[in-house]
């Protein structure tokens, strides 16, 4: 199933606002996996069917993100799910927009000026992949309200929403502290999350209850030590194929949250089997399995795959509006971009077949099937959407005779068939398990020179970089 199909099956599920949003939607994923540069409104306007103007109305108008991701997770992921959620830094430079100042970047390790955003995805355990739902930018915090408390405000305003796919929540280490786990126990969820190392950890008391004597019964019994477990209550729960680590499980008390969690401790060990180093993973649900909470813990960071692609791939840190209603749209189209392409070319293969997702590999989505259509039609003729169009590359008739020769040698080899029309135009088509689109119009005008520009109604076809990678001697035929 291609991008707009998927974006139609789930825009007929959801409320959306009115039907010219519906067209603008629809419009708006195709079109954003096959821009190339800078993904701003400018180039949007080139690339797309509509005006500058248009993209900047329609940006700053609401849509049901989480509705709309919900209702994919819900399609595409299997039943086994967890919430996973992390704030990203995205540099911005300017005075004006809303929300700029400094926050923490993970890979300069400092604050950096810029924005930041609560990103929160839908992960499967199961399948190890992440799908994104909903991204909130850091700001419009309330006076005297710590960046703590407004991440935990964010997930209990969506808590319905979120409570549909999965009570578990998983967040890293910065999260691990008493205020914001209460707050999300209130609301019912579940915390998975890694402690310090130095934690302060108590075992329970499980021996014998003295009647006669006197005070507050004996409840723990003793602080533990990370690299020294008591084999009466930590049980081993998962270890490595080649022996490098061993994870051992057990209901203790941390005494930062003021409750009872199973924990699972992590003995990394050198090739002595001795311990070297050791992590403290924790849930607040005292009856879940240890392996599952470790498992739970890694994929946790499926989620900072989506915010790889969206940078790298999908223009996440590409907006240049200053509005808070822009930049929130602008980020979610980003991420929403990337759980679509996902589902579409990577989750719906059986689960076998299956491999990891990565939008570098764009000849996976963008060249299953391709369809060539020559139209010897003057400049004057064409539409004014066509005539926007960005030019990919300008041949002579000659050299398009030859590439064309080349493509058919290399990228449909068999099962090739030629359909002429009394225009003069011709077809080459090619039929695939995945029946996936891809489309190019090569338009014939004035000089003898032609134009490589994609179709209006699935416009996801890059030629230059793909071929320029894969034919040999391409650079010199163009």
């Known amino acids: 199933m291609s991008v707009k199909a998927l974006t139609e099956q789930i825009l007929r599920k959801i409320s959306t606002n009115n039907r010219w949003q519906y067209r603008f939607m629809l419009h708006l994923f195709p079109l954003w996996l096959a821009v190339r540069g800078r993904y701003n409104f400018t180039n949007l306007s080139r690339w797309g069917e509509y005006g500058e103007d248009t993209y900047r109305q329609n940006f700053a108008r609401p849509f049901s993100w989480l509705e709309f991701n919900a209702e994919l997770a819900s399609q595409q992921l299997g039943q086994h799910l967890a919430i996973a959620f992390d704030p990203c830094f995205v540099p911005k430079s300017g005075k004006h927009t809303a929300g700029i100042g400094y926050f923490y970047s993970g890979c300069a390790g400092r604050e950096l000026r810029g924005l930041e955003f609560l990103g929160i995805a839908a992960v499967d355990l199961a399948d190890k992949a992440a799908l994104h739902l909903e991204a909130v930018q850091t700001v419009g915090l309330k006076e005297g309200e710590s960046q703590l408390a407004f991440y935990a405000r964010i997930l209990c305003e969506r808590k319905e929403a979120l409570l549909r796919l999965s009570k578990y929540v998983t967040a890293d280490a910065y999260f691990a502290r008493e205020p914001f786990v209460d707050t999300l126990l209130g609301e019912g969820f579940q ?62 008390n941390v005494q930062s949250w003021k409750r009872n969690a199973k924990v699972v401790i992590v003995h990394h060990l050198d090739d002595q089997g001795q311990v070297k180093s050791a992590k403290i993973y924790a849930c607040t649900d005292t009856g879940m399995d240890g392996a599952e909470v470790l498992h739970a813990y890694q994929c946790r960071f499926q989620i900072e795959f989506l915010y790889r692609d969206g940078k790298q791939h999908a223009g996440l840190a590409h907006c240049q509006a200053r509005s808070p209603q822009k930049l929130h749209f602008h980020i979610n189209t980003a991420l929403t971009a990337v759980s679509l392409a996902k589902a579409a070319y990577c989750l719906s293969a059986p689960p076998q077949e299956r491999k990891a997702f990565s939008m570098l590999e764009r000849q996976i989505w963008r060249l299953p099937i391709l369809i060539f259509t020559i139209a010897l039609t003057r400049r004057e003729r064409l539409t004014r959407a066509l005539r926007t ?20 040698s290399v990228l449909i080899p068999e099962r090739l068939q030629l359909e002429t029309s009394q225009t003069g135009s011709f077809r080459l088509h090619e039929e ?47």
């Open 191 to 252: 915390l998975m999350t890694r402690l310090r190392k130095d934690a302060r950890l108590r075992y329970l008391y499980n021996g014998p209850r003295l009647k006669r004597r006197r005070g507050r019964p004996k409840t723990y019994d003793g602080r533990i030590n990370p690299y020294a477990l008591r084999e009466d209550h930590f049980t081993p729960c998962a270890q490595a194929e080649d022996g490098s680590w061993a994870a051992y499980q057990a209901t203790v």
């Open 389 to 408: 169009e960005r030019t990919i590359s300008i041949l002579t008739k000659l050299r398009l005779m030859r590439l064309l020769a080349q493509l058919i």
């Open 432 to 478: 695939l398990s995945n029946r996936v689109v891809l489309r190019a119009m090569i338009l014939c005008h004035r000089r003898s020179t032609l134009r490589v520009v994609p179709l209006r109604d699935l416009p996801t076809c890059i030629l230059t970089r793909w071929f320029y990678t894969s034919i040999p001697n391409l650079q010199q035929m163009v």
